[in-house]
C-alpha cells in the first residue's frame, strides 16, 4: 500500500505537467505556425513559441502540477524563466535540425522535439528546481 501510494504522490504532478504543457504546446504551435506562416524561419518562430507556451506552463505547474500555493517570488520566476529560455533554445536547436537538416514537417518535428525535450529536461528541471518546495 505504502508503494501504492508512493506511485500516487509521483504521478500526480507528473500527470498534471503534461497535461500543463499540452495546453502550453497549444500555445506554442499555434504561434509556432502563425509565425511560419508569415515567413519567419523554424528556429525563431520554435524559440517564440516556446517562451510563449512557457507562460501558460508555469501557471498550470505552479497551480496544478505541484499545487504550490506559495507567492510568487523572484526566486522562482528567475528560475522559471533560466529554465524557460533553456528550453527554448533546446527546442530551436531540436527544430533547426529537424526541420533544416532532415526535412522533418514541421508538426511532427514539434511532436517529437517536444516529448524529448520534456522528458529529458523540461519537467525534471521544473521539479528540481522551480517548484522544488511545493
Do not use: E
Request: positive net charge; contains cysteine.
Amino acid at each position: 500500500m505504502k508503494t501504492l501510494n508512493h506511485l500516487r504522490t509521483r504521478a500526480r504532478p507528473l500527470a498534471g505537467a503534461a497535461l500543463g504543457g499540452l495546453a502550453g504546446t497549444a500555445v506554442d504551435v499555434g504561434l509556432l505556425s502563425t509565425l511560419l506562416h508569415r515567413g519567419v524561419g523554424v528556429a525563431y518562430a520554435a524559440f517564440a513559441g516556446a517562451i510563449a507556451g512557457a507562460v501558460l506552463c508555469f501557471v498550470a505547474n505552479k497551480y496544478v502540477a505541484f499545487r504550490d500555493r506559495s507567492r510568487t517570488d523572484l526566486r522562482q520566476v528567475a528560475a522559471f524563466g533560466g529554465v524557460a529560455l533553456a528550453t527554448a533554445v533546446l527546442m530551436a536547436i531540436a527544430m533547426h535540425l529537424a526541420c533544416d537538416r532532415a526535412h522533418v514537417p514541421y508538426l511532427t518535428a514539434k511532436v517529437v522535439c517536444a516529448a524529448v525535450i520534456f522528458v529529458c529536461w523540461s519537467y525534471p528541471a521544473q521539479r528540481r528546481l522551480v517548484f522544488a518546495a511545493a
